[in-house]
């Protein structure tokens, strides 16, 4: 694993500097509280679906046990993992280590993914985990996603969100794209998250807004957590000041999420899975950042 650090120009490197600086500007070098939070839920559930959400239901399984990838980065920075299902296909009633807060099992395929009350008790949901993690005096937290075809609804919430902007840049170039028409993400958020998410991105996003709003760090890696923090900063732009990248890799829809958030992540490494083993990373960055304060210079 590498980051990178380019003395040329205001960098990512300086920016996240500044802006963790200036979240934490009041108290002092030692590590922060952190915490690692993980939302499993299934996508497409009624499309083609071999495997009937049952790698989703055994990687969140492993991790309620505390013996996948993320339990382990999260032991080495000293931070609890809490797994919330919150739209797998299968029950996983019966899995200690789990929170249930359950609103569908899985989304479906097509448009809407999933109606509008639902969207909104996965966004309720999301916030209730924000508001408990604040209450227990977490600093940071880092977001990890478990579920099947997530990288259809992370397509989806992206295009939604991007809409205007991808259909100006293709008319530039002389083309035409006709992007179907969801709705306006800033002005009927759940509206437009019902169409086109997944229970994780929707839940991801309640929880980014209340953290953000409160002072807690957001570190996400991937493009399903990207696609939350993405729609979180339209609908509440303040919130960005608190939202933090922390995997830089090789895959479409999250270079298009960076450069939208005209943001550079600073971790380069092969690891593209979504449990939060990238997050933990970040949340490791945010400590080195922390434990280096005032030698910046």
Known sequence: MKFDRKESHKSGWDVMQDKVFSLYKDRGQEPLRKALVVFCGDTAVDGVNKTQGRLSFNEAAVISQGYGPVNAAARRINAPVYLIDIGLQKDTTAISGILHQKVIHGTHHGYPAMDKETAERAVSAGMAVAQAVIRQGIEAVGLG??????????????????????????????????????GNLAENPLEVLAATGSTEIVAMFGFITVCAKNGVAVVFD????????????????????????????????HKMQMQALHMEPMLHYGITGGAGLGAAAGLSFLDWIMMNYGKAE
């Open 145 to 182: 996603h478990v579920g099947e075809r997530y990288m259809l609804s992370a397509l989806a919430v992206t295009t939604a969100a991007l809409h205007q902007r991808l259909e100006n840049a293709t008319r530039k170039n002389g083309y035409r794209l006709h992007l179907k028409e969801v």
């Open 222 to 253: 991937d493009a399903v957590s990207g696609a939350a923090a993405l729609a979180a900063t339209i609908v509440y732009p303040e919130v960005l000041s608190g939202i933090f990248p922390s995997l830089a890799y090789d895959e479409p829809v």
